[in-house]
């Protein structure tokens, strides 16, 4: 049986003098009350107000919601909502969801945040389209393509697959290379130092990029998502400098040479994916020829 809905626009207004306005998420009107589902990128906020800059959100998320639980009624809590959430408000444009069951709500509700919130997505395939794919992208691409978890359609993260080209900051012009999502959204950054027998400029240059998405997706992504690094060198001792700068930026680094590395990459996607088996590990063969 169907459920119906209502839903409404949340919007910020860092400043009411200036009075810009910025969508961070929905609000579900359900019979417990307000819902809150955020949805936004600091990197925008900061436009506005260079104070956001490092928003938590997602502690702002709890505390909303921690305060909500105080009242005992919906009404309460919606009247609390509404007076004591500065610099958030309600805004006029809403609407209603059709639901056939939890699972179908959350797709809407991606679609929902998709639509209305997150940057337009034909302004990221522009930006995407002059990212260079690495020997190493092409490889983990074709293991996901395998194993029917690769798509290139953002909205299909709520939809169990690993996504190419998440947008982090459209400002700056990053995204991240793949990302998959488990409650939290986790991205992915590859780094092919294969076929190199010194640490060249543009590979520094590279690696600098690297890094700067993993710090950028420190900044703008949930305390628990995770920033995965896969590397792959004929040298590592060579290439040390830039495998230690995606080091202090990852939460964890993942070696195409280790069989541990690959295996514990497989069970990661396994288990965010909520597969009803486990993953076979990506081959530590290139699947392309290395860069001369």
Known sequence: MSEKIPFTLLQIVPDRLRG???????????DAGPDLRLRMLPSRLSALMPNYSRVNLEEWQHSW??????????????????????????SETGGTITSEN??????????????????????????????????????????????????????????????????LSLTEELFAEFALKNGAVHVIETLDLRGHNSYTKPLRNEASHKALVLDLAQDELQKSSQRIAIVAADDYSTMKPAV?????KASVVVSMESANDRQWLADFISKSLHLSTLLDPISETPLVSARA
């Open 20 to 30: 810009e306005v910025l969508n961070v998420g929905i609000v579900l009107h359900t």
């Open 65 to 90: 919601l921690a305060a909500i639980q105080r009242f005992d009624s919906a009404d309460e809590r919606w009247l609390w909502l509404k007076q004591a959430m500065a610099p958030l408000r309600l």
């Open 102 to 167: 939890a699972e179908d709500l959350e797709v809407q509700v991606e679609r929902l945040l998709e639509r209305l919130v997150m940057p337009p997505r034909n302004v990221a395939t522009i930006v995407k389209s002059r990212a260079r794919r690495s020997g190493l992208n092409a490889q983990l691409t074709a293991w996901l393509r395998t194993q029917h978890l690769y798509s290139s359609k953002l909205q299909d993260l709520s939809k169990n697959r690993v996504v190419s080209g998440y947008p």
């Open 244 to 248: 230690s700068m995606l080091s202090r």
